[in-house]
Antibody, heavy 120, light 107 residues
Framework: QVQLVQSGAEVKKPGASVKVSCKAS????????MEWVRQAPGQGLEWMGR????????DFAQKFQGRVTMTRDTSINTAYMELSRLTSDDTAVYYC?????????????WGQGSLVTVSS | EIVLTQSPATLSLSPGERATLSCRAS??????LAWYQQKPGQAPRLLIY???NRATGIPARFSGSGSGTDFTLTISSLEPEDFAVYYC?????????FGGGTKVEIK
């Protein structure tokens, strides 16, 4: 069965960076894009970007360009999302999700979420 | 970017009743619209993709319809486990965007 298991909660100071991991199992890791979506407390969902685990190629929402990095380690079927120059507005639950399709897509499996709190 | 507007914000219904949720796009998304269910403390779950296709394991009481700019998610008879927040999402164009959600609460 498909599973995405994310790293634990983090507390960061403003200006710092955070790196969230997402370990995939139950399918061919390099065969599906890994997408990242975040959700601020009590708010809706926001797509951040994605990585092609096969090639390492990435696409980002313009809002996060220059501040987000997405990488992967195919030897351990794990994707990573790093967000830099954190502010309080970045306090959110960060989800990895598998893209159902290779182009524009929806998300058929989700990780459990990783809470990132930005506070001085 | 394509803006998705969901209505109503909150729907108060009783178990066994029919729920009708709306999602309107700021421009045509063809049939490239998905619906998700999210319960407190959980990740979203894909219910419907490409407007009317049920995802794996989704009960038949969930159905989707619509195309272009107007879409509907219908829950034919609410079960206790269906009280949750529902989001729509378009994959017609980048960036991928979500609606603001409809909360289905117990009346």
């Amino acid at each position: 069965q498909v599973q995405l298991v994310q790293s634990g909660a983090e507390v960061k100071k403003p200006g710092a960076s955070v790196k969230v991991s997402c370990k995939a199992s139950g399918y061919s890791f390099t065969g599906k894009y890994m997408e990242w979506v975040r959700q601020a407390p009590g708010q809706g969902l926001e797509w951040m970007g994605r990585i092609n685990p096969n090639t390492g190629g990435t696409d980002f929402a313009q809002k996060f360009q220059g501040r987000v990095t997405m990488t992967r380690d195919t030897s351990i079927n794990t994707a990573y999302m790093e967000l830099s120059r954190l502010t309080s507005d970045d306090t959110a639950v960060y989800y990895c999700a598998r893209g159902r399709l290779g182009g524009t897509t929806d998300f058929d499996y989700w990780g459990q979420g990783s809470l990132v709190t930005v506070s001085s | 970017e394509i803006v998705l507007t969901q209505s109503p914000a909150t729907l108060s219904l009783s178990p066994g009743e029919r729920a009708t949720l709306s999602c309107r796009a700021s421009e045509s998304v063809s049939n490239y619209l998905a619906w998700y269910q999210q319960k407190p403390g959980q990740a979203p779950r894909l219910l419907i993709y490409d407007a009317f296709n049920r995802a794996t394991g989704i009960p038949a009481r969930f159905s989707g319809s619509g195309s272009g700019t107007d879409f509907t998610l219908t829950i034919s008879s609410l079960e206790p486990e269906d009280f949750a927040v529902y989001y729509c999402q378009q994959r017609s164009n980048w960036p991928l965007t979500f609606g603001g959600g409809t909360k289905v609460e117990i009346k």
